[in-house]
């Protein structure tokens, strides 16, 4: 598989020339040139295997240009300390089911990407013999995962913003408790937005960024849509596990997607173009809604930092969705002069408009969506607590939500499970009155010392840390 540009200006790449990539030369973002297809005999021989072997059947379409056995090692280092069955599914009546994405380390779905991430990156750079300093910002999960799944890395070291004072004891606990020396954790005085602007300035300094070697995880990264889409074949074939297997071949199931930056349904949208029988993709939103308002509307107006709310489930708090960009390359067409022009628009009006392609979403791309808010998420988890007594994250809950107004007859609803309860612990006593009991393990982290050096909002401060920790 080889990757071009959404813009069009970028000659074919291979999978490992994305992956150290953040945006394509054009501004663009990466995408397969054409989408490997996986038919249902092929499908159907995947049935026995373990998630790191199907993960390693997956990842090879996408990434050819690395050998096969290479592959394998690394899914299985990748998820070797999650659960068994890696991604369990759980049913809570009225034909949902939850797949769980959130058994890795940091108890949230971004960790079955980073997980392979942090190999293949380390890998590439082994290959290249380079070093990579990841700089990021987080408002919490993002920089979680990225930093379990780098630590200890020997050719990558990882320098996390963070907004001071501004994430919970829990996410705050397991960050700065980390002690490896290639993780290095700064607390900005200010808000996620202000670490976010420092990351871009320094990342907009061509000079400087390969000067530092420096280098991002963020959700644009095509490795980690790729990683991403293995749960759906996964999903696919747990829940056909349970049909006659004369009725399997083309059974279609529905997936509901807690989104943010239209990372995780992107990589579901490649996994149904790839084959696996997909009916609906039904994207989740919270109140900041602006996907939902797109695929309702065929408007897309993303929203100003000060216009996008803080809300109970945080890590969908976006005001514009950096992957819709994958979407909107398909619907024109593949054709990058009509992507081009969207975001002219964007640029000039603030907003782009295919109202008269809206139809499409659903006949064509099978995807629709719905919106979840405070409210609906405290009666979510309060009912599935008292019908199926198991406790979901908000997140999970916005998607339950909306999946409950798109479930069909005959055909099983699949919501994507992203965080663990205990996260959230506070939502959770909100909607039910209980209070989570920590585990022992995380206990013991939450009381563990924490390490982090505290920085103004100050672009000088931040080149000076970097020039003299960075990887050369
Ligand atoms: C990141 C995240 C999301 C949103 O995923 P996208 O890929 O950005 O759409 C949803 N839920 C949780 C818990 C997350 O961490």
């Known amino acids: 598989m080889q990757y071009i540009s959404t813009r069009g200006g970028m000659q074919p790449q291979s999978f490992s020339e994305t992956l150290l990539e953040g945006l394509a030369p054009d501004g663009g973002l990466a995408i397969p040139e054409t989408l490997s297809q996986v038919g249902a005999e092929t499908l159907e021989s995947w049935r026995g295997l373990t998630y790191p072997e199907l993960a390693a059947e997956v990842l090879a379409l996408f990434a050819t240009d690395i050998p096969r056995e290479d592959l394998d090692r690394m899914t299985a280092a990748a998820y070797a300390d999650f659960p068994d069955d890696v991604v369990p599914l759980r049913s809570i009546g009225d034909g949902i089911t939850l797949v ?45 995962a990225a930093e379990y799944a780098l630590r200890g890395k020997d050719r990558i070291s990882v320098i996390m913003l963070s907004p001071q004072g501004r994430m919970s004891p829990f996410q705050r606990a397991q960050m700065y408790t980390l002690q490896d020396a290639n993780v290095r954790n700064i607390a900005v005085s200010g808000v996620f937005d202000d670490c976010q602007n420092l990351v871009k300035k320094l990342s907009g300094d061509l000079d400087f960024k390969r000067a530092q070697n420096l280098g991002a995880v963020n959700s644009i990264n095509l490795g980690r849509i790729a990683a991403q889409s293995v749960y759906y ?38 996994a149904k173009g790839m084959g696996v029988p997909i009916r609906r993709l039904v994207l989740a939103a919270n109140e900041n809604n602006v996907l939902d308002e797109f695929f309702r509307t065929g408007v897309y107006r993303p929203r100003s930092a000060a216009d996008t709310h803080a809300t109970s489930s945080p890590s ?11 979407f909107i390359f398909d619907l024109v067409g593949r054709d990058a002069s009509g992507v ?13 408009d295919f109202t008269a392609e809206q139809p499409r979403f659903e006949d064509e791309f099978g995807i629709v969506s719905g919106t979840s808010t405070h409210a609906d998420r405290l009666a979510t988890i309060r009912s599935v607590y008292e019908d199926a007594q198991q406790i979901i994250d908000p997140h999970t809950a916005d998607g339950v939500h909306v999946a409950r107004s798109f479930v069909e007859q005959d055909v099983p609803m699949l919501v994507l499970e992203t965080a663990k309860p ?51």
């Not at 696919?236 to 509901?256: C, I, K």
């Not at 995780?264 to 490649?270: D, R, T």
């Not at 205990?422 to 924490?450: C, H, N, W, Y």
């Open 100 to 144: 769980g994405l959130s058994e890795g380390p940091t108890l949230a779905f971004k960790d079955m990407a980073m997980q392979f991430l942090g190999q293949v990156l380390e890998y590439v750079l082994e290959k290249q013999d380079r070093v990579l300093n990841i700089i990021g910002a987080t408002s919490g999960d993002t920089g979680s």
């Open 316 to 326: 969908m708090d976006i005001s514009k969705a950096s992957n819709l960009e994958r």
């Open 422 to 472: 205990e996260k959230f612990a506070e939502t959770i006593t909100e909607a039910i009155g209980v209070d989570l009991e920590f585990s022992p393990e995380v206990r013991l982290m939450m009381d563990a010392p924490q390490h982090v050096t505290e920085m103004a909002d100050d672009e000088a401060a931040l080149r000076a840390y970097i020039v003299e920790h960075a990887l050369r």
């Open 340 to 352: 081009a022009d969207a975001w002219k628009s964007l640029d000039t009006d603030g907003f782009f």
């Open 233 to 270: 074949f996964w999903a696919w074939l747990r829940v056909t596990d349970a049909v006659e297997p004369q009725f399997r071949r083309g059974f279609e199931v529905s997936f509901t997607v807690p989104s943010g930056n239209f990372g995780n349904i992107l990589s579901g949208f490649f």
